[in-house]
């Protein structure tokens, strides 16, 4: 699924399979006689989760049957894949639409893990998964009831950057400042590449040469070290690449390592970016 951005010119893929689309009115809204909480327990806000009746909504369906909200406020897919048995490494799932290297989330299904990577696509209604490191498998009998998820890979890639090309001059990629919106525990991984090299990945051959400064993981969650940053919604963190060529661009994503933590369940948000560069030889 792509969806365009008329606003900002941008666009993405949503990896996820669905069949079909439409609308639906919610009856009634939220009222204060079914609200027990106490004030000293609520940190919401007054706009936040705001139901309103018969406010119009999107939703969407699958290839088996199911229909579900289609919210920009939830960072998760829905596990609307019913799970019709687990035997071993092996998950029936009917017409599963699934492809290998995909990630997936099992709920109710007491299969020893709840994440796992398709790692073979048996037939339209069998794959086979486990963990980034290795295979599962459960001893236990599968009592049904169970669903499956897709959980999609995050991915941000940016055009080809060089501020000095009229000048005739490469650039140099010294760092760049993220602002991220603040999360509990969030993590991106940050690569990067040069002189439209895309298949060369700039970060990782800094590890192999021992050249890398610091991390490039992007973390969006507050610092020990910064206390104030516990209290903010957004954070500037730095990430540094120190690389150059006639051009550079970056690629945010999570790694499998990543996926398997679960990462991807808490969001990521980015706001703004600050890079810092310089001239670098001629092109």
Known sequence: ????????????????????????????????????????????????????????????????????????????????????NISGTSVTVIDHNLKVNDFVQLVDCDAGITVGKVYEVTDDNTIK???????????????????????????????????????????????????????????????????????????????ISGAQLGSNTLDTYAYDLCPLEANQDRLWHSVYFLGHGSSVNIHLYHTDEQMQAGQSSYGFTLEGMILHTEPSGDI
């Not at 969030?186 to 439209?196: D, F, H, L, P, R």
Request: charge should be negative.
């Open 1 to 84: 699924m792509i969806i365009f951005n008329q606003k900002n010119k941008s666009w993405a893929k949503f990896d996820d399979s669905i069949t079909c689309f439409g609308y639906c009115q919610q009856a009634t809204g939220e009222t204060w006689e079914n609200d027990f909480g106490e004030w000293h327990d609520d940190e919401s806000t007054w706009d936040s989760d705001l139901e309103v009746p018969y406010q119009k909504k999107l939703i969407a369906g699958n290839q088996q049957g199911y229909t579900f909200y289609l919210d920009d406020d939830v960072f998760s897919q829905a596990p609307v894949l019913s799970v019709a």
């Open 129 to 207: 998964i486990r963990e980034h490191n290795g295979d599962f498998a459960t001893s236990n009998t599968y009592q049904g009831g169970g669903t499956l998820g897709r959980i999609a890979r995050m991915e941000i890639k940016s055009k080809q950057w060089n501020p000095y090309i009229e000048k005739g001059f490469g650039v140099k990629l010294n760092k760049i400042d993220f602002c991220v919106s603040a999360t509990s525990g969030g993590q991106v991984t940050a690569e990067y590449n040069v002189s439209s090299a895309k298949n060369l990945q700039m970060a990782n051959q800094s590890v």
